[in-house]
């Protein structure tokens, strides 16, 4: 994991097999750690700051990031869209060059993905993705993790299933999945299929480490066979003017309890969360076979890990 020292964290692509499950060891390590606070807790990012520039809403990045980074003894600061310079009277790149002085990591929620490489390229600190419109990787590691934490540490040869909009949350879980040995199968409408170079680089990652991936248009064929069933949201935060679109195009996706009884036998489920009731029924969301809260907590756990083998203590 050291090789995260000093290093943007732009999406899962960039990990190493290996680096990715060092990094959920890590994240597991410091759950047991940071949840016995009867003990003194180690302080390794003492006297360290991220800014984390938010230009759109947020509650579990936001919170775990803040929280975590409190834990390991140093300090966030929350930059919401009308806090700051940027975008009204400042560039992304003075931006960069500016908090770079102040900050030791720098984490940001932006539109578009290109605004994550600008930031990156004119920060002279670490940056975080924190969700831009074709990424997650925050997100793939406590989803990961909460796999881990069912499942047991090797997930080779377990088959996840996405069935919904082929967005940024996918992207990386389809990297990652395949990283860690597993089976992807991808079920979107037509139109709203995975970005096509991120899927590339998944099918040819899949070879290498001997699992398969499977498009389809049909929900059903795509949790025939899945130890996992995730979805996220049909409208993501900017496409809300297509709301009534989306909804009709997205009509037989919806995860319910009668989708769930066609995949493996003790699927688990999963979803990022914010959701909506149109993508996952209360059913499902809230049965035995739902890991959405652990997932949840994992944000976290995870995102310490990333902070921390930024600064080069993991
Ligand atoms: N899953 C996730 O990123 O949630 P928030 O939008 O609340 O941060
Ligand atoms: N796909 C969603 C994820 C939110 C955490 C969005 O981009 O809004």
């Given at each position: ?86 975008g009204?009277n ?11 002085r ?22 002279s600190v ?66 709203y ?10 099918i040819?990652l ?13 929900a ?6 899945a ?88």
């Amino acid at each position: 994991v050291s090789t995260l020292k000093g290093k943007h964290f732009i999406s899962i692509d960039q990990l190493s097999n290996d680096e990715l499950k060092g990094l959920l060891a890590a994240s597991h390590q410091y759950k047991e750690i940071y949840s016995d606070k009867s003990k003194p807790l180690p302080r390794p990012l003492n006297g360290h700051s991220v800014s984390m520039i938010f230009q759109k809403r947020s509650t579990r990045t936001r919170v775990s990031t803040e929280t975590g980074m409190s834990l390991l003894g140093g300090h966030a600061l929350f930059l919401g869209p009308s806090d700051i310079q940027l975008g009204v009277n400042e560039t992304m790149r003075d931006t960069a060059s500016v908090l770079s002085r102040f900050n030791d990591i720098v984490l940001a929620r932006v539109y578009a993905h290109a605004d994550i490489i600008e930031l990156a390229k004119y920060s002279s600190v670490p940056v975080i993705n924190a969700l831009s419109d074709l990424h997650h990787p925050l997100q793939t590691l406590a989803d990961l993790m909460a796999l881990q934490q069912h499942f047991g540490t090797d997930l080779t040869g377990k088959t996840v299933a996405w069935v919904g909009d082929g967005n940024n949350v996918l992207h990386d879980l389809m990297l990652g999945s395949v990283k860690m040995g597993m089976n992807v199968h991808i079920a979107t409408p037509k139109g709203y299929e995975a970005n096509a170079d991120v899927l590339a680089k998944t099918i040819e990652l899949a070879k290498e480490n001997n699992c398969q991936v499977v498009t389809t248009n049909v929900a059903e064929e795509a949790v025939k066979g899945a130890d996992v069933v995730v979805t996220d949201t049909w409208v993501s935060m900017g496409q809300e003017e297509e709301y009534a679109k989306r909804v009709k195009e997205f009509e037989g996706y919806q995860v319910n309890t009668e989708l769930m009884g066609k995949a493996n036998p003790g699927a688990v489920f999963l979803h990022c969360l914010p959701r909506h009731p149109e993508e996952v029924t209360d059913e499902v969301i809230y049965s035995d076979a739902s890991l959405v809260f652990p997932e949840a907590e994992n944000r976290m756990w995870t995102v310490m890990a990333v902070m921390a083998a930024q600064m080069g203590k993991v």
